[in-house]
């Protein structure tokens, strides 16, 4: 199981909004900034959130992120078919020697 | 525009060494501040973290394989590899080298395409 636990799965349909929590401890979300990633279907993660809640700037403004104590949720409104795929969200973990530790990920299914 | 590329073997025998090497294009191994990292996807299931090596050459490993781990770079190719001793069929995986942004906290921005790594004899 994942240091940061996210729900397994999430459905909303077009043009809806659609949330996916990311749950962690004081020893890596409390004290650490989170990042999110895209993984479309046989694809490479892409970053898609850093810092809590920058976005790369190729990154459409219907992405957002936010963090409070330690959980992180992103959000993404407007869905489209095009933003079915896995997300994950990750950080630092100081019980790890300062590496990194990713959530076990969440399946986005546009209705 | 950095782009980063793996390259090794598809398959490899249990008990044995995985070897991969990651070259960085556009950019270099040995400038800035990035961890140039492996991350690893098994079959159907998430993202694990490996372990980086900072630009300084400075390296960490994920604990629960830090006995098996070792990531070094090569400054004159701008490449850095990854070695996993003693590979058993749950180390089958897609391997990532991916670039973690220090002004960026350590989001990984930039990924390989991924190569797919198999154990078996």
């Known amino acids: 199981q994942s240091v940061l636990t996210q729900p397994p799965s999430v459905s909303a349909a077009p043009g809806q909004e659609v949330t996916i929590s990311c749950s962690g401890s004081?020893?890596?979300?409390?004290?650490?900034?989170v990042s999110w990633y895209q993984q479309l279907p046989g694809r490479a993660p892409k970053l898609l959130i850093y810092?809590?809640?920058k976005r790369p700037s190729d990154i459409p403004d219907r992405f957002s992120g936010s963090k409070s104590g330690t959980s992180a949720t992103l959000a993404i409104t407007g869905l489209q078919a095009g933003d079915e795929a896995d997300y994950y969200c990750?950080?630092?973990?100081?019980?790890?020697?300062?590496?990194?530790?990713f959530g076990g990920g969440t399946k986005l299914t546009v209705l | 525009q950095v782009q980063l590329r793996e390259s090794g073997p598809g398959l490899v025998k249990p008990s044995e060494t995985l070897s991969l090497t990651c070259s960085v294009s556009?950019?270099?191994?040995?400038?800035?501040?990035?961890?140039w990292t492996w991350i690893r996807q098994p079959p159907g299931k998430g993202l694990e973290w490996m372990g980086y090596?900072?630009?300084?050459?400075?390296?960490s490993y994920n604990p629960s394989l830090k006995s098996r781990v070792t990531i070094s770079a090569d400054t004159s190719k701008d490449q850095f590899s990854l070695n996993l001793n003693s590979v058993t069929a749950a180390d089958t995986a897609m391997y990532y080298c991916?670039?973690?942004?220090?002004?960026?906290?350590?989001?990984?921005?930039?990924w390989g395409h991924g190569t797919m790594v198999i154990v078996s004899s």
């Open positions: 991916a670039r973690g942004h220090g002004g960026k906290w350590g989001a990984f921005d930039i």
């Open positions: 810092d809590n809640n």
């Open positions: 004081n020893s890596n979300i409390g004290n650490n900034y």
């Open positions: 556009g950019g270099s191994v040995s400038s800035g501040s990035y961890y």
């Open positions: 990750e950080t630092q973990d100081l019980s790890l020697i300062s590496g990194r530790v």
């Open positions: 090596i900072y630009y300084t050459g400075s390296t």
